[in-house]
């Protein structure tokens, strides 16, 4: 029904390659990396040698997540890492349209996130300048949160406000997603589903991730 990013927060980080080569083999869109600064989230997850690390062994898209203050100051750099799929918070740019149209000007997918607490009607002058916009079903910083129900209604709002515009960005929704709710996400209009928790505690990841597809 949708596609499937899968979070590496939650993965054992001691085995990095063992993540990857299992998202390789599995039928996720893309390899999700949250990044985190300990400023806009009160955590801090990893950085460059990280990424560069996962770069090496992924034969996926490299979806990064950035939930740091004063991104743009790195759009080049993750660019030059591998990162294909750029999405950035509402909430850490006052110049948001600016810092979509130049993280496509890098050759990069454009994407925006907002908070539970952000409304949908706040991306009506920007999303002409995005690829994707992603829903936070929990609030950022920490994998293993429980799904906030609030945020069905925002992805039918984000859905309605793309028809209406005609436009043909991707709906990504991160945070809390498993079996038990990623049907309903994608009958709201979820065209991607990140998971963390739900695959990397799963028995059997790879028929955890095609559960949820
Ligand atoms: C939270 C991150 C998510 C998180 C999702 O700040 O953006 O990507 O890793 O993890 P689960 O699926 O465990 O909620
Ligand atoms: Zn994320």
Not at 58 to 64: N, T
Not at 112 to 122: L, M, Y
Not at 174 to 195: F, K, P, R, S
Request: with cysteine; aromatic share 8%; hydrophobic share 45%.
């Amino acid at each position: 029904m949708g596609k499937v990013s899968v979070s590496l927060l939650s993965s054992d980080l001691a085995h990095l390659a063992d993540a990857c080569n299992m998202i390789n083999a599995s039928d996720a869109w893309s390899i999700h990396m949250d990044i985190m600064d300990g400023v806009f989230v009160p955590n801090i997850s990893y950085g460059f040698p990280v990424i560069e690390a996962v770069s090496r062994y992924s034969k996926k898209i490299l979806d990064a997540h950035l939930m740091t203050v004063d991104p743009s100051r790195y759009y080049q750099r993750y660019r030059d890492l591998g990162i294909s799929w750029l999405t950035v918070h509402w909430e850490t740019c006052p110049h948001l349209n600016r810092d979509l149209q130049e993280i496509r000007r890098l050759g990069m997918r454009s994407g925006v996130s907002i908070n539970p607490a952000t409304p949908v009607c706040q991306l009506e002058q920007a999303v002409h300048y995005a690829d994707l916009v992603l829903i936070m079903s929990v609030n950022p910083g920490f994998g293993g949160q429980v799904f906030i129900p609030e945020s069905l209604q925002k992805i039918r709002e984000l859905k309605e406000m793309r028809t209406r515009k005609n436009l043909d960005f991707l709906i990504q929704v991160d945070g809390g997603i498993n079996d038990q709710n990623a049907t309903e996400l994608y009958e709201a209009g979820a065209d991607i589903l990140v998971a963390g928790n739900y695959i990397f505690k799963a028995e059997d990841p790879l028929a955890a991730i095609r559960a949820i597809i």
